[in-house]
């Protein structure tokens, strides 16, 4: 303590001095207000109830207030407040649903004025209004607000938030009759004191609890709320509707918030749980706070600026039993410790570059980047001359990339998106489909992976020949399962590769049968193989035969047969389109009707169509012997690790739930999980919310399974007695009116309703849509302004 800087303050003509400090209170403290003069402090909680005086070197303790042998939960203090008029005037909500009042000018120990018994439950929080000396209003954990006069014995008021328990109320400091309210359900209510039958406004604020509000004490229409959502949002209420303006992302839920004097853009947080720190953000950069006191070793539950004009001293109390009073000097700056660079990239492949306008304009011999065709825009923050971190630099330089409009567009993924099919049809149809889709895209590679993930896991023996001929007509919409070519066109070197050496009279153990329903073109001898009747898989790559077995050639005359065909022995890098050869339709019409050929072959040949032959097809017997049904997973696996480091997570994704179990074990599930968590991702920021629901429920990792089954409860409450309803029918069990109502024709809804989350009136859609056309207000006639988005 002994290395803190003292500060001393002139605030007119008084003068506040001080340094940080802080003294060991009897117990943890819930809440902590400060008198008007900033001489003295009170600090109340479930077994402490004192007031300190402070001191220019440290806290003096005044006054216990807990007095007694045997003090009664009145003292059991869940939230103190010093009237900011009379010096002398406290007051306490307690834990047990009373609240107290308390009269520092009274002669003897028991300061205690008057009680309030009508809450039935805790009360979360007091408030004096900040003019009317006998004005005092209270929220309870009952969902109700009390207006009390200090001059009579019962509430003046009663407000009812038809929801659950209120966690803060604050009277505006500008407008005199206007308090807000925020509840555990996350909305914010603005009351009028003069009609506490009904609010004024109401808005959701935060997803889940708001614990606290505050008033700014210089701008009239602005109120601060925190929440359990970890997040401090600054509202504009001098417009029609509340307007978010400011939003600060924190670690923790926020407990506390209190706009910081004379400094309009500045305001001191604390946290509810895990973190217990105190912060002071500027909400103009709401990612790094300003300011950070590190003192407190666990929670902090309370925190108050010393004056109402001073922006230096700040007071804290936490559960670890200790009071503190913060020179605002002694902070520790985050920013110091922030990477004052930063990178980025904008949906459409625009890269965006910030770092220290120091770093950038030291560096003379910088040249232009390709590609940079925006100047440096340069952000700079005035000083505040009241800011005492004044040697902080503030500003930075922003470079923007931006890419080609052509090669940048994303028109594909969204395509893509919208058109692959991934469930409801057999695998075989599936791949065909996004093959086409994906060709018709002009991203030939994945149509390939398509159709080679057809091949290798569609039902063996399913596609006869007959079918996969006629999937390669030309009237056909289905891909051919595998490229048709004209043998005539093959070049001389792959033709004499393939050709098979006669005068050797090598024969082969193993002989490769054939299909029947393959026409094999041989010599002029007419000399043909037999095919097995066994359903035949088709495969691309290097065949292996005798010369018995496939065809014969005279090496000596290679050209003496020019209007022969021979078989090449490669098939992927020949796509010739296939064209009319009539010699070689009479050829096979002859050789359909030769002795030698089969009935079954001869009917094949006669339904081949005249622009494709068949290509070699090796036996099932001999794939299925040879290769188990996941032999081919390891190279999937490959190949989906290959799209999803090249960026295209969208193939990686459809390929890993079309094929479903058959990969999905190749792959871990933390890879899985990160695969579906970016093209979710994606699909949401192109808003693309159907398909991410699909992709979601059709997804075969279980992390990701569970995404569209959260937050799914929908809590109805009656358009009458504006409770909870809870049963399933239409009708309330609690005023036996009939909850379905339409506001338009007064009738039952049985189908489809849509109702207003402000007032709780709807009725049918196109009722509720036709009245908005014309009308703002509510059909019902409460006065509300509904709206339909």
């Given at each position: 303590?002994?290395k ?7 605030l ?13 209170l009897?117990?943890?403290?819930n ?27 440290q ?34 909500a ?30 979360n ?7 009317e ?19 009579k ?7 009812s ?6 966690r ?20 914010v209510?603005l009351?009028?004191?003069r009609?506490?039958d009904?609010?004024?406004r ?10 606290c509000?505050?008033?700014?004490p ?5 109120l ?12 504009d ?50 990612f ?110 922003l ?18 998106a ?20 994906a060709?018709?895209?002009d ?18 023996g399913?596609?006869?020949s ?8 030309k ?23 393939s050709?098979?050496?006669?005068s ?37 790559g ?36 296939i ?18 050929v ?18 070699i ?17 390891p ?23 079309v ?5 999905r074990?190749?792959i ?44 799914t409860?929908l ?8 409770r ?19 506001a ?24 509720i ?9 509510c ?11």
């Open positions: 303590m002994e803190m800087a003292r500060v001393t303050t002139a007119g003509g008084n003068a506040l001095t001080g340094r940080t400090m802080f003294c060991h009897d117990a943890p403290a809440a902590i207000s400060v008198c008007r003069d900033a001489a003295q402090v009170v600090v109340a909680g479930r077994n402490i109830f004192k007031i300190y005086s402070i001191e220019e070197e806290f003096v303790e005044k006054l216990n207030l807990r007095v007694g042998r045997k003090p009664s939960l009145n003292f059991s203090c869940a939230d103190v407040v010093w009237h900011q008029m009379d010096e002398n005037l406290l007051a306490t307690a834990t047990n649903g009373v609240v107290v009042t308390w009269n520092l000018g009274k002669p003897s120990r028991n300061k205690q004025d008057q009680l309030f018994t009508e809450h039935k439950r805790t009360v929080k007091v408030c004096f209004h900040p003019t000396v006998y004005m005092l209003l209270s929220g309870s954990q009952d969902g109700y607000m009390k207006c009390f006069d200090l001059r014995k019962d509430s003046v008021s009663t407000f938030g038809q929801s659950e328990s209120v803060d109320v604050q009277f505006s400091i500008r407008d005199y009759f206007t308090f807000a309210a925020t509840f555990e359900n996350g909305n209510q009351w009028d004191i009609r506490p009904r609010y004024e109401m808005f959701t604020a935060h997803n889940g609890p708001v614990f509000c505050d008033w700014h210089e701008d009239r229409g602005w601060a709320t925190g929440g359990r959502d970890k997040m401090v949002k600054v509202w209420m001098n417009t029609t509707r509340a307007k978010e303006i400011y939003c600060v992302q924190t670690i923790a839920s926020v407990a506390r918030v209190k706009w910081r004097p004379e400094c309009k853009h500045h305001i001191a947080t604390c946290s509810m749980m895990v973190d217990h720190n105190i912060y002071v953000w500027d909400v103009r950069r709401p790094i706070p300003s300011a950070m006191f590190e003192e407190h070793k666990d929670v902090t539950t309370g925190i108050v600026w010393r004056h109402l004009h001073d922006p230096y001293f700040l007071l804290s109390g936490s559960k670890d039993s200790t009071l503190y009073q913060h020179i605002f000097k002694d902070a520790s700056q985050p920013i110091e410790r922030a990477n004052p660079e930063g990178l980025c990239y904008s949906l459409y492949g625009d890269l965006a570059f910030a770092a220290k306008e120091s770093l950038i304009s030291s560096d003379s011999n910088r040249k232009p980047y390709i590609g940079d065709r925006r100047h440096p825009i340069f952000f700079k923050r005035k000083l505040d001359p009241t800011e005492q971190f004044e040697y902080i630099s503030s500003s930075s330089a470079s923007v990339f931006e890419t080609d409009v052509e090669s940048g567009s994303m028109d594909w993924f969204v395509h893509t919208k058109q692959y099919a991934l469930a409801g049809r057999p695998l075989a149809e599936l791949c065909d489909h996004n093959a086409k889709v060709k018709g895209l991203r030939n590679q994945v149509a390939q992976t398509w159709t080679m993930l057809r091949i290798i896991y569609s039902s063996l399913t596609v006869s007959t079918n996969l001929n006629h999937s390669m007509g009237g056909s919409t289905a891909l051919p399962l595998m490229n048709s070519f004209n043998l005539k066109d093959i070049p001389a070197g792959l033709g004499s590769e050709r098979l050496d006669r050797k009279g090598e024969s082969r153990s193993e002989n490769i049968l054939m299909d029947s329903s393959s026409t094999l073109i041989n010599n002029e001898d007419n000399e043909e193989t037999e095919g097995s009747d066994v359903p035949a898989d088709y495969l691309l290097d065949v292996e035969a005798d010369e018995d077995d496939l065809y014969m050639m005279d090496h000596e005359n290679p050209h003496a047969e020019e209007q022969e065909y021979s078989l090449p022995q490669e098939a992927f890098p020949l796509r010739h389109e064209v009319d050869n009539p010699s070689a339709l009479d050829h096979l019409q002859d050789k359909a009707d030769s002795p030698h089969s009935g079954n072959e001869a009917e094949t040949v006669s339904l081949t169509p005249v622009e494709s032959f068949s290509l097809s090796i036996s099932h017997s001999l794939y299925e012997n040879r290769l188990p049904s996941d032999f081919f997973n190279i999937v696996r490959d190949t989906l690790l290959f799209y999803a480091e090249q960026g295209d997570v969208q193939t990686a994704v459809s390929v890993l739930i094929l479903g179990e058959r990969i074990k190749e871990d599930e933390q890879t899985q999980e990160h695969w579906y968590t970016s093209y979710i991702d994606l699909l949401q920021r192109f808003q693309l919310w159907n398909i991410s629901n699909e992709v979601i429920k059709l997804s075969t990792c279980r992390a990701i399974n569970c995404l569209n089954q959260a937050s409860t809590h109805v409450n009656c358009s009458n007695c504006k909870p309803m809870s049963n399933r029918g239409w009708i309330c069990d609690r005023c036996r009116q009939c909850a379905s109502m339409c338009v024709c007064h009738h039952v809804v049985k189908g489809l309703f849509v109702w207003c989350q402000g007032c709780s009136h709807g009725g049918h859609l196109q009722h849509m036709k009245w908005l056309e014309t009308s703002s207000h059909p019902a006639g409460c006065g509300h302004l509904c709206e339909y988005t």
